[in-house]
């Protein structure tokens, strides 16, 4: 079993940006020792670019694919999916 934990996301409607950071632990016995500790998530979508941040610092440009799954994770909020459509009926 996979467990999420401090869990924050900041949203920046105005400029189509959100990034979110948790730390995810497994809760058996036979998962390994950092699992245990939690392993923590850094993800970041800014317009069309995202990347992930790990523990080092060091950003990574993710995939289109995981860009385009954050932003469709990003319009399941309602405030978002209500501010996007009406942004795209204005222009």
Do not use: C, E, W, Y
């Given at each position: 079993m996979t467990?999420?934990?401090a869990y924050d996301r900041v949203?920046?409607?105005?400029?189509?940006?959100t990034r979110v950071k948790a730390r995810m632990y497994r809760a058996f016995v036979?998962?390994?020792?950092?699992?245990?500790?939690g392993l923590p998530i850094h993800q970041v979508?800014?317009?069309?670019v995202a990347y992930?941040?790990?523990a080092t610092?060091?950003?990574r440009?993710?995939?289109?694919?995981?860009?385009?799954k954050r932003r469709m994770d990003l319009l399941s909020i309602p405030l978002v999916a209500v501010r996007t459509a009406?942004?795209?009926a204005a222009a």
């Open positions: 467990n999420m934990t949203i920046d409607v105005a400029h189509n940006r036979f998962a390994a020792g950092a699992m245990m500790k979508l800014d317009g069309d992930d941040v790990p610092g060091n950003a440009r993710a995939s289109a694919d995981a860009a385009q009406l942004a795209v």
